[in-house]
């Protein structure tokens, strides 16, 4: 893959394929609606579910501050707006996965473009949908649930604004990294990607509610602004993801240069011969991979444990690279 270089599907033309990427741009704004309609509106659940802390978000509003909650009221709560991120993407991101790759965040978008993997295009009309169907989501649960609505994101008490830029830097670094490695690398467990970037979606938010609410997103928080007034700080949302999917994007650079794949070979593979000899096997005298060979038939001495010979691997992909992803798919 060549890194910072923007293309587009099968080296066509930069408007060749301007369907498919508003095809692709109507069904991130549906998938990105149902993400945060299904998070923001578990966010809300859990201030309502707690009177102090609807009392302080909308003490804060009032003070000129985002309505948001940055001081939650136990653990439980923290747990709650977590994991109500996180199994939402989880689940919008398994639904829209063959379409889009469910991407719903403008700093993915930003990354994949960066690393060549979308064109300019399908990058400006995705981060365009996604932040529609931020706000339409705000919209939508300002319209349907009773109380103030108080998922905006702003920095917590004692976090300045160099504080809150790197802190949601740091966690879009690790959310662009999650994508690129689980997503757009192709590897077996490529179709379980969605869990891998959920649970660190959960994981951000274990870290940075309190800190800074946790936006790894710029349209998460571009959203409920919009809806429900901005903040002075709100320009944090905008430069600290967008450095994050920098950030991801050069740590991705550094791992294709290093062809990490040759680290640590055949990781995923699920070749029982590969497996290393029992700590008795040597003292016994007996060999795991051997044996296994033996019983499939293949002469040990003749076999290899590269994926090149492999008999559920006859391409060889895993053998020597990690294979490219084609130019123009979003993951």
């Given amino acids: 893959m060549a ?3 923007f293309r587009n599907p099968d080296n066509q033309p930069m408007f060749g394929t301007v369907r498919r990427d508003m095809e692709a741009a109507f069904l991130e704004f549906c998938g990105t609606f149902l993400f945060l309609l299904l998070g923001l509106g578990g966010i809300q659940a859990a201030a309502m579910s707690n009177a102090a802390s609807l009392g302080n978000a909308s003490q804060n509003s009032q003070t000129g501050s985002s309505p948001a909650i940055n001081t939650v009221a136990s653990i439980d709560q923290l747990m709650f707006i977590s994991a109500s991120m996180g199994l939402s993407l989880l689940i919008s991101m398994w639904l829209f996965y063959r379409a889009t790759g469910g991407i719903f965040n403008p700093n993915v978008t930003t990354a994949l473009l960066f690393a060549g993997i979308i064109g300019p295009v399908r990058w400006a009309l995705c981060c ?7 706000i339409a989501a705000a919209g939508v649960l300002l319209a349907l649930l009773p109380g103030p609505l108080v998922v905006n994101t702003s920095p917590g008490t004692g976090i300045n604004r160099t ?6 830097m740091f966690l879009t670094a690790a959310l662009v990294l999650a994508v690129l490695m689980l997503a757009a690398e192709k590897h ?17 938010h274990l870290f940075g509610v309190i800190f800074t609410g946790a936006a790894m997103n710029t349209a998460r928080a571009f959203g409920p602004a919009v809806v429900t007034g901005f903040q002075r700080r709100h320009w944090v949302y905008w430069l600290g993801p967008f450095l994050g999917s920098l950030l991801g994007v050069a740590f991705y650079a550094i791992l294709r240069r290093l062809k990490y794949w040759t680290v640590n070979p055949d990781q995923d593979t699920w070749d029982s011969r590969q497996s290393p000899d029992g700590p008795f096997d040597n003292a016994r005298g007996t060999h795991h991979r051997g044996d296994s060979l033996n019983n499939l ?3 040990p001495r003749h076999s290899t ?9 006859p391409t060889g992909e895993k053998a020597g690279r990690s294979p490219v992803n084609r130019p123009g798919h979003i993951v």
């Fill in 188 to 204: 077996r467990a490529t179709p379980f990607a969605p869990i891998g970037v959920g649970l660190t979606l959960f994981a951000g």
């Fill in 3 to 5: 890194m910072f270089r």
């Fill in 128 to 134: 365009a949908a996604q932040l529609l169907g931020a």
């Fill in 163 to 168: 504080q809150a830029v790197f802190i949601e």
């Fill in 297 to 299: 038939g293949v002469d």
């Fill in 305 to 313: 444990t590269t994926a090149a010979t492999h008999p559920l691997d």
